[in-house]
Nanobody, 123 residues
């Protein structure tokens, strides 16, 4: 299993970033996926997750109305669109694979994480 995040970088407050996660080594369309983040000195935090078929997304309250999760099962890619970014969104962002098709909204319900992509929001 490989999960490779990209798209991170420096963004200004109020700006946008789009994070893709390329998946390989498993049948992507049969597993729920999610995004998590970890800021320096803090524990991992759930951001947004989605069922195997692209339905029933669940997004953490802090990201609702600003972040959007989606997936392209034909191309084995998970996405996180982040708008209206704030300095407190600065963190390493990870995509993660769950154990089955249905989304379980627990940060530890995963068997694989990617290496992460750094997002920094600053002027």
């Amino acid at each position: 299993v490989q999960l490779v995040e990209s798209g991170g970088g420096l963004a200004q407050p109020g700006g946008s970033l789009s994070l893709p996660c390329a998946a390989s080594g498993f049948i992507f369309k049969t597993y729920a996926m999610y995004w998590a983040r970890q800021a320096p000195g803090k524990g991992p935090e759930w951001v947004s997750g989605i069922k195997n078929d692209g339905t029933s997304p669940y997004t953490a309250e802090f990201a609702q109305g600003r972040f959007s999760i989606s997936r392209d099962n034909a191309n084995n890619t998970l996405y996180l669109q982040m708008n209206s970014l704030k300095p407190e969104d600065t963190a390493m962002y990870y995509c993660a694979k769950q154990f089955g098709p249905d989304l379980i909204t627990h940060i530890r319900y995963s068997d694989y994480w990617g290496q992460g992509t750094q997002v920094t929001v600053a002027t």
